[in-house]
């Protein structure tokens, strides 16, 4: 006979109490009444479970649980550490004989050497019948009609919980949110109890496991190699639904500066610097991980009659994700308008494009047929069209140009970042612009080129096929400037120059 749901709820509903009993009032705190009550609980549990067998519980079973619980109870009834450390061995010594006789063990088979070998074998059955209860639960799961929802909570709440604290860097309110759950988590010593529940509710789990199983109402042997990756629609619905609901209470959370200029606002608080790098690359993360989580959920599917309705969903996460990384470009504008171009901030860019891009194909697949191998060799198409892009094209002599054009007189040019980050293919543009410069921002440059550059040995062809254009470019731009390459003596000033007088 195999187990009813029903022997399935009240196996895991009676561990689960047992479990959240010894988390609340056992973990970390000192011996008393909440020995006993935890004892009771667990002897409780054991009852209920030979009863739903045999209709009854032996006479010895019962004797022993109750000198079980008496003795549990007489941890509030001294303060002896001595004592304490014998009620304590003493009690689970008798829950472990308990366990055993529930499981078929005789009251004739009890003597000192079954007393002292019954802690041990009562955990390691307790152990080893857990492991298989957890199986048969996961079985169930995979074949129940009612649990696909449980299931699609279960998967879908960590999923959430991800994107919320990737979004915590980029808005104050989800901040908020993780600083009061991380100090709670703190107070509550919330990672060691959650620990200590799931030990004590295993051990619950086997011994309670075991008793059932003496009726013969131990599922079909659970086999590893039986689960198979796959979900159903309405477990990807439940996940899909959350991650958007998450996206799109962050957006509505910010839509009052996101797309907005805040920084530009006398007294917001908020700084150019702050509004647009505050969780970049958290924002630009989550977009990732939400376009791949459409992909690998539907990999994973068992399609289903909620099929369209997961389409339609999944469409919806996909504009949210685009939104994101509107509001993500629109924080590097801003940060390019107040600080400048970098190299950095183009690639974001670049980054941001083709993940659009990659959005537009998704949409695509969604829409129709979805074929994941098509969607990789397009993405992947888009992918190596950005590199040539950037190869091909010298956007540092770009970014260059523009921060000249925007700042030739300003101390907001940062020429130690142009001299010294964007390398020997800006090198020509730079030099060109040195006379357009302010006389001290010309100064610094001379400076800084000579402090990255100076007695380093320049690379230059020997041979016909080390032929480089740029590099040839930028070797004769520097020889043109007549900047000083030898190495710098001790004493000399460069630094300082190259610093400039801020």
Known sequence: ????????????????????????????????????????????????????????????????????????????????????????????????????????????????????????????????????????????????????????????????????????????????????LARTMHEWTFLPRLIFFGVMGGVALGAYGTALRMAGTAGPTFRLGALTPRLGDTERLMIITGVAAIFALFLVLQLSYLFGNAPAVQGSGVTYAEYARRGFGELTVAATLATL??????????????????????????????????????????????????????????????????????????????????????????????????????HQAWIVRRNVARSPDSEKLDVRYLARDLGMNALPELLSAMPHLSPESATRLRACLRLHYAGERLPSARHWYEWNPRRDRALSALRAAAIDLTPIASGERVWEECRGSK
């Open 293 to 394: 989580l459409i992909v690998g959920l539907d990999q994973l599917a068992l399609r289903g009659a909620r099929e369209r309705h997961i389409r339609v969903v999944s469409l919806v996460l996909i504009a949210l994700v685009q939104l994101l990384l509107d509001s993500a470009w629109h924080r590097v504008a801003l940060y390019e308008d107040a600080y400048g171009y970098t190299a950095s901030r183009l690639y974001a860019k670049v980054y941001m494009a083709v993940v659009t891009l990659a959005l537009l194909a998704l949409a695509y697949e969604v829409w129709g047929t979805f074929d994941v191998k098509r969607l990789v060799r397009r993405v992947a198409l888009l992918g190596v069209a950005a590199l040539l892009g950037l190869v091909y094209w010298n």
């Open 1 to 180: 006979m195999t187990t009813t749901r029903k022997h399935l709820l009240l196996l895991w509903t009676m561990a689960a109490v047992v479990g959240g009993i010894a988390a609340a009032i056992a973990y970390d705190a000192l011996p008393g009444i909440n020995w006993g009550i935890w004892t009771l609980a667990a002897a409780l549990g054991l009852v209920i479970s030979v009863w739903r067998v045999h209709g009854s519980v032996s006479r010895d079973l019962a004797l022993v649980l109750g000198l079980a619980c008496a003795l549990a109870l007489g941890a509030a009834a001294t303060a002896d550490p001595g004592f304490l450390f014998l009620v304590f061995c003493a009690s689970a010594t008798l829950l472990a004989i308990a366990m055993l006789l529930a499981g078929g063990a005789r009251a004739s088979d009890v003597g000192a050497l079954f007393v002292i070998t019954a802690p041990l074998r009562a955990a390691a059955r307790a152990i080893a019948e857990a492991v298989r209860r957890a199986g048969e639960g996961v079985e169930q799961m995979r074949g129940g009609r009612s649990l696909p929802a449980v299931r699609g909570v279960a998967i879908a709440l960590p999923i959430m919980a991800c994107f919320a604290l990737l979004f915590s860097a980029a808005d104050p309110v989800f901040a908020a949110w993780r600083d009061d």
